[in-house]
């Protein structure tokens, strides 16, 4: 079938690779403009219109594929079907309507949990453990058109938002591809999705991000790793802000007030609502990332120093 890929981040890359390996024909990208990257700010092709430039697609950058001028450059490309990987736009008509075969989305959860921009990061959030991808017909709704596909994926312990999500990226685009392969063939058995079990994942923006150390340590470890790398946990001193990466909780049976930091021969030790949490990185103010050791023989924190407690958060 002749294909239209819509996808824009790195992590709908792996798709568009295996669709151009398939039978299917690519017959274009469209992507999101260029933004601005980095503190220059360079204005900068997306990774998916870096990608199709090297294998010579057409490439329609737009934020607004249902206007007259996108819509204009869409029919030209005559596609049969489009296949969405994290294209990040809105989707309406009358660019719904264009493609005979429909809008088919690949979604990193298994709808319909976690319906949203954000699947990944609020499914470590929550704390789940299993995880995956499914592929839908895309209509008016949010997330909420017939499902053709699914795969699972396992949460490991360590995971953060980013090594998740790079790792379903891959292990989805194979779904992805014989999600088309059944729409050219016939088989493909669209379910409506449950009424149950509708969970829903907004985007995550740097208010979102700070640290309540008065949770117990699991649900601190788990939000920070749903926030990595993006849009970064973080915590303050004072008002003073510094970024934290991911934690490790302990089974240490001593009580630390929470948000006071500790350092002793294992570590630099941060208390929480139930037992302390292991530091591993952290950005002080105005400085890289560097290791929570060597940050802590640079600070010298007396038994006093202190995070701020933070915001109030839900125990997921």
């Known amino acids: 079938m002749r294909v239209l890929f819509a996808g824009t981040p790195?992590?709908?890359?792996?798709?568009?690779?295996?669709?151009?390996?398939?039978?299917?024909?690519?017959?274009?990208v469209l992507t999101r403009p260029?933004?601005?990257?980095?503190?220059?700010?360079?204005?900068?092709p997306s990774p998916v219109q870096q990608r199709a430039e090297e294998a010579g697609l057409p490439v329609i950058t737009s934020n607004r594929p249902h206007q007259d001028q996108t819509m204009a450059e869409l029919r030209e490309l005559r596609f049969e079907?489009?296949?969405?990987?994290?294209?990040?736009?809105?989707?309406?008509?009358?660019?719904?309507s264009l493609p005979g075969r429909g809008w088919i989305n690949l979604h990193f959860s298994l709808l319909p949990a976690w319906r949203g921009a954000a699947p990944v990061q609020h499914a470590l959030m929550a704390g789940d453990q299993i995880t995956g991808a499914s592929t839908f017909a895309i209509e008016a709704g949010l997330d909420t058109g017939p499902v053709l596909g699914t795969m699972t994926e396992s949460i490991r312990p360590t995971d953060t938002a980013g090594t998740l999500l790079e790792r379903l990226a891959s292990a989805a685009a194979p779904l992805l591809v014989g999600t088309i392969d059944a729409i050219a063939d016939g088989?493909?058995?669209p379910r409506p999705q449950p009424s149950?079990?509708?969970?829903?994942?907004?985007?995550?923006?740097s208010a979102d991000a700070e640290i309540d150390w008065?949770?117990?340590?699991?649900?601190?470890?788990?939000?920070?790793?749903?926030?990595t790398p993006a849009p970064g946990a973080w915590t303050t001193r004072a008002g003073i802000r510094f970024k934290i990466g991911p934690v490790t909780p302990t089974m240490l049976r001593?009580?630390?007030?929470?948000g006071t930091v500790r350092?002793?021969?294992?570590?630099v030790l941060v208390g929480t609502g139930s037992a302390p949490v292991r530091l591993g990185e952290i950005a002080p103010p105005g400085k890289p990332w560097m290791d929570a050791g060597a940050w802590a023989r640079g600070a010298r924190p007396d038994p006093s120093w202190t995070f701020d407690t933070g915001q109030e958060a839900t125990d997921a």
Do not use: N
Request: proline fraction near 11%; charge should be neutral.
């Open 10 to 28: 790195a992590v709908a890359v792996p798709a568009l690779e295996a669709l151009l390996a398939s039978d299917h024909e690519v017959v274009g």
């Open 34 to 44: 260029p933004a601005p990257v980095g503190r220059k700010r360079v204005l900068t």
């Open 81 to 96: 079907v489009a296949a969405v990987v994290a294209y990040g736009a809105l989707l309406r008509e009358p660019a719904l």
């Open 187 to 189: 088989s493909a058995q």
């Open 196 to 205: 149950d079990g509708i969970s829903l994942a907004p985007q995550l923006v």
């Open 214 to 227: 008065t949770l117990p340590a699991h649900v601190v470890d788990r939000r920070i790793r749903g926030l």
């Open 254 to 258: 001593i009580f630390i007030p929470p």
């Open 263 to 267: 350092v002793d021969p294992s570590g």
